[in-house]
């Protein structure tokens, strides 16, 4: 690297990035940087946030630190900027002395621009970083994953909670925070954490509007997901699963039918896992099924799905898992299978935690989960409105909006097993209530439950329709899961006035999925 200084922003995106105009804020968002203020990104993943403090690193005379959790992808982060003419290094403990020997004296004749670290290599070890950066010419800060610092945050990271003091020891520099994702109470911690002077926020529309979001009843998933994995028959994508253990089953299922997929999660031999990653970013593999532990900073951007087997815990990690599709911009599917008993799960494992605050909080954030799977408004419409967004009318690209006007009489069978349900006494799950409405002779139906006006009626329509209209009913919130051990079915009091004033009760009967998947698009 010559000497050179530059001073324009267009130029070196166009120089070293290749890209002649900037995108979104990207411009305002520099200028702020370079006026020297500290400066807040919200941006959604794929909106371009790297070029927001990889270009002011090239204009700044001395050292940009960028801070990211992401250990495992700063070679590749680093090998890229390189490979663009950007004088790029990164120090971690996989280096052997020698090797970070010369990357700080590197840094120290000025040849290197750009640094990336992990949070706590700024104060860890014999020679903490924070004490070698007060030697050099360091002229910028940039954070990326900002969202770490805050607990209430998916993915909180005590080490972050560390920036606030290099803000203090480094006050007349700027610094700049990005992340894709941070509620309202997430983002007043990333200013206020990391000590951030005034900062200057900008925040960009999160509407994804190629993604088209899907939520339906997790029941018969695999057959469900087995369509839709076939109407994506060439297609790259990731299916979420909570468990380890779930993950290895659904791998291996998946791979019995021929499907190319593999696993992947923390559970896994760490050449296993990175084996299996390079194969889906190379498009060796179609399929990955992981936990969450995948995906965190993966750029790839032909992901056509991504699936959610379980629901998250909150909207966040929900957009940011969903948030990997189609960063190509190109039209791709997000589905998740609900489950009334997938929430209890989440909110018991939630009540394990000590700090009170802290489990109210979550349980806040998983009410409002469950409510976007229930919902009868447009999804994106919900989702931005999380994120303090307003998306004036409807998406007309998410299931709820695909249902408008293909409503269906369902008032009889509705009309069914809804007094079912309440000659039960709401004590029972959709299991038992279909014993009873369809006059079943087993012997876990007591003398009583056969005995009742209901018991039968419901003979003459398969178990799949019962159980496809109760998935409905509940949608449409006429019926509400509650219980604290398995869910028992209730009636809501919308449903209570619907019967009273004896309207119609018309229901969105549609249900394959692929007889949706993307149409919309081609009118
Ligand atoms: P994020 O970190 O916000 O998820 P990236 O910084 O990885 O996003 O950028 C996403 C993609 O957009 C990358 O392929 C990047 O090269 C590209 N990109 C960024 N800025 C521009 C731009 N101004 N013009 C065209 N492409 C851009
Ligand atoms: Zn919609």
């Known amino acids: 690297m010559n000497n050179t200084t530059f001073t324009n922003p267009s130029q070196v995106l166009k120089q070293f990035f290749g890209y002649s105009d900037f995108r979104g804020n990207q411009q305002a968002i520099i200028d702020s940087v370079l006026n020297k203020k500290d400066t807040i990104v919200l941006m959604p993943t794929g909106g371009g946030k790297s070029v927001c403090y990889q270009v ?40 052997s002395q020698s090797e970070q020997r010369f990357i700080s004296s590197q840094i120290e004749s000025g040849k290197i621009k750009l640094l990336y670290i992990a949070p706590e290599r700024l104060y860890r070890g014999d020679y903490p970083l924070i004490d070698f950066l007060k030697t050099v010419n360091l002229s910028f800060v940039a954070i990326d994953e900002a969202h770490c610092v805050s607990q209430w945050g998916h993915d909180f990271r005590p080490e972050y909670l560390k920036i606030g003091e290099l803000r203090k020891s480094f006050p007349q520099i700027p610094f700049i925070a990005l992340t894709a994702t941070a509620d309202k109470l997430t983002r007043i911690d990333i200013a206020d954490k990391l000590g951030l002077k005034l900062p200057q926020w900008f925040i960009s529309s999160f509407d994804r509007s190629n993604i088209t979001y899907r939520v339906t009843a997790k029941r018969d998933a695999m057959g469900k997901l087995l369509e839709f994995l076939d109407f994506h028959k060439k297609d790259s994508g990731v299916v979420y699963c909570l468990s380890r253990k779930n993950v290895e089953e659904t791998a291996a299922e998946l791979q019995a039918r021929g499907l190319s997929a593999l696993p992947y999660h923390a559970g896994l031999p760490r050449e296993e896992r990175e084996k299996n990653q390079e194969f889906f970013i190379k498009d060796e593999v179609k399929i990955m099924v992981a936990t969450i532990a995948f995906g965190m900073g993966i750029d790839k951007s032909n992901v056509r799905f991504v699936v959610h087997m379980n629901m998250p815990q909150n909207i966040e990690g929900y957009y940011q898992e969903t948030g990997r599709a189609g960063r190509d911009g190109l039209p791709s599917d997000a589905l998740l299978f609900y489950s009334a008993q997938d929430a209890i799960t989440l909110g018991r494992m939630l009540d394990q935690a000590e700090n009170q605050q802290f489990v109210d909080v979550m349980q806040d954030k998983l009410e409002k989960m469950k409510a976007f799977c229930q919902t009868r408004i447009c999804r994106r419409k919900y989702l931005l409105n999380y994120f303090g967004e307003n998306h004036a009318g409807d998406c007309g690209n998410c299931d709820i909006c695909f249902q408008k006007g293909k409503r ?38 007591s003398e009583e439950h056969q005995a009742l006006s209901v018991y039968g009626i419901g003979k003459d329509r398969p178990e799949a329709f019962w159980k496809n209209l109760c998935d409905k009913l509940i949608q449409e919130e006429y019926l509400a899961e509650a219980g604290a051990h398995f869910p028992t079915l209730k009636l809501t009091e919308f449903a209570w006035q619907k019967l009273k004033s004896k309207e119609k009760i018309l229901l969105p009967m549609e249900e394959s999925l692929s007889d949706v998947s993307n149409k919309p698009k081609e009118h």
């Open 56 to 95: 002011p690193a090239m204009i700044f005379q001395g050292l940009t630190l960028v801070i990211s959790p992401l250990i495992s992808l700063m070679k590749d982060q680093v090998d890229a900027l390189n490979a663009n003419g950007i004088p790029a290094a990164f120090l971690n403990s996989s280096q």
């Open 408 to 445: 269906q009489d369902m008032t009889i069978p509705a009309q069914m097993l809804l007094s079912a349900i309440v000659r039960l006494r709401e004590n029972y799950g959709i299991g038992h209530v279909l014993l009873v409405l369809r006059g079943s002779k087993s012997s876990k139906l």
